[in-house]
């Protein structure tokens, strides 16, 4: 048993692919388990914490691929030399058991297949975040010609100037009208703008005030920018369910830091309300 213990560990270390995984499983689920530890604080808090371990998980392919190789000496006993291979054979990605020349290089065949074996799986990694990706792209292109089609609505835009003021916005948010917004919504970063239905024109001027602040907490805490970014780590990570868990996670505290913002100026059960008579929030 020890033997095909340490036959694995060395296969495992060997591996960057397996290395990134594991990797990505533990930063992940310390997010959520560090997001769980903070139910009982702000939702920005828990948000952050799962903005950190994503921040993170952008970075580890880059990290990996850059960081220099560690060697990890394991000791064996002198009735496992015959079993396990040497160990630079093993750290050098010789399959245990391979034959091997007086330079310590496999035969050409078993390099080959594990070449295309590693071929192979890179290419199911690409296809499938690019797959992935695809959802995000149509999203932007739809939000794109939507704020292109949309008009300007000068009634909303000075209730917005104003309490863009009130919250510390110094950027001008636009406030556009289009009849294909299923509801208010916040996009780009650099010019943002406010897509609202054409029927927000008969909201009641509170109904009107709670969902602008809704929207410009979105834009003050530049959440467009930071799903996007995350959706392009879901993208990279495709097959990991626990990073769709925290993406999850992550969009839905987004959505109660800002809904914290419309109850310091609301009532909650009004807002409630609100909340659950509109077919579509956000």
């Not at 604080?41 to 691929?65: C, D, E, K, W, Y």
């Not at 750290?91 to 390099?111: C, L, M």
């Not at 009130?166 to 009849?179: P, Q, S, T, Y």
């Not at 410009?216 to 990570?237: I, N």
């Amino acid at each position: 048993m020890m033997p095909f213990i340490q036959e694995t560990m060395l296969a495992v270390s060997n591996s960057l692919a397996t290395l990134l995984v594991a990797k990505v499983t533990f930063v992940t689920a310390l997010g959520l388990i560090g997001a769980w530890l903070a139910r009982r604080n702000r939702a920005a808090v828990r948000h952050a914490i799962l903005a950190a371990a994503f921040g993170v998980l952008l970075t580890l392919p880059i990290a990996s691929i850059l960081a220099p190789q560690v060697r990890v000496a394991v000791l064996v006993g002198e009735q496992d030399r015959a079993v396990l291979p040497p160990l630079d054979a093993a750290i050098d990605g010789i399959p245990p058991g391979a034959a091997t020349d007086g330079r310590g290089v496999t035969s050409g065949t078993q390099q080959s297949s594990k070449s295309s074996l590693s071929a192979l799986l890179m290419m199911g990694w690409i296809a499938g975040a690019m797959l992935s990706l695809l959802p995000m792209i149509v999203g932007l292109w739809r939000m794109r010609s939507l704020r292109r089609a949309g008009f300007p609505w000068a009634g909303g835009q000075s209730i917005v100037d104003g309490l863009a003021r009130e919250a510390g916005i110094h950027r001008r948010v636009e406030v556009l009208l289009h009849e294909a917004s299923p509801g208010p919504m916040t996009c780009d970063l650099w010019h943002p703008a406010i897509v609202l239905s054409p029927d927000a024109q008969t909201w009641e001027e509170e109904e009107l005030s709670r969902a602008l602040v809704h929207e410009l907490e979105h834009v003050r805490r530049s959440d467009w920018v930071s799903q996007c970014s995350v959706r392009a780590a879901c993208a990279v990570y495709w097959f990991h369910p626990l990073v769709w868990m925290a993406w999850r996670q992550l969009a839905l505290e987004a959505e109660r830091s800002c809904d914290d913002a419309v109850l310091r100026r609301s009532e909650g059960t009004v807002y409630a309300d609100q909340l659950v008579t509109w077919p579509v929030w956000p």
